[in-house]
């Protein structure tokens, strides 16, 4: 079965950077699927944000975000991770990791962790 | 820019039947969209209910079921329980390797 456990600072000031990391038990990540994050503004809907290919290391990110928006691997540890930069209070959101299948389905979530920005 | 549309709220009594729906702002939902839905209760991980339109996840009860109605996917729940009161999201892959959510479906069951 995997898990997978987000974790990362639930305060980031206004223009600096937010850092989340998602450690996966249960499965190799370089062993295939794609490793996203998604996001939740508190009273919205959800926002898939960047993903990772395992295999590959290959990296794909919404547009809007692109400019400012890392998602990197660290293999051996089974961890990936998220950096956004230059926050603002509308980068307040409760921000998951999930694995994504080829089928574009997310079938395993970390519990999310809510980040709030503060000016 | 297309847009995925869900009713933003829906109630259904105890027991009762319920579809909620996933659908396009310009154009038909087919099974090329691979649709997923996702149950979301505040203080738990989502939980996967479909995927590829109407394949139940891993341990869902198949009084959850997935489908193509008209030109709009949906998620029906048959024989409702009080624990089903959640918001619900569908996401679909609509081309340019980037998958989009609906806005969420609250539902109420009373």
């Known amino acids: 079965q995997v898990l997978l456990q987000d974790s990362g600072p639930t305060l980031v000031k206004s223009s600096e950077t937010l850092s989340l990391t998602c450690t996966v038990s249960?499965?190799?990540?370089?062993?295939?699927?794609?490793w996203d994050w998604i996001r939740q503004p508190p009273g919205k809907g959800l926002q898939w944000i960047a993903s990772i290919y395992g295999r590959s290391g290959g990296t794909s990110y919404i547009p809007s975000l692109r400019s400012r928006i890392a998602i990197s691997m660290d293999s051996p540890r089974d961890q990936f991770s998220l950096r956004l930069g230059s926050v603002t209070a509308a980068d307040t959101a409760t921000y998951y990791c999930a694995r994504r299948t080829r089928a574009w389905s997310f079938d395993s979530w970390g519990q999310g962790t809510l980040v709030a920005v503060s000016s | 820019q297309t847009v995925v549309t869900q009713e933003p709220s829906f109630s259904v009594s105890p027991g009762g039947t319920v579809t909620l729906t996933c659908g396009l702002t310009s154009g038909s939902v087919s099974t090329g969209h691979f649709t997923s839905w996702y149950q979301l209760t505040p203080g738990q991980a989502p939980r996967p209910l479909i995927y590829t339109t109407n394949t139940r996840s891993s341990g869902v009860p198949d009084r959850f079921s997935g489908s193509i109605v008209g030109n709009k996917a949906a998620l029906t729940i048959t024989g409702a329980q009080a624990d089903d009161e959640s918001d619900y999201y569908c996401v679909m892959y609509l081309g340019g390797g980037i998958p989009v959510f609906g806005g969420g479906t609250k539902l109420t069951v009373l």
């Open positions: 249960g499965y190799s990540i370089s062993s295939g699927y794609y």
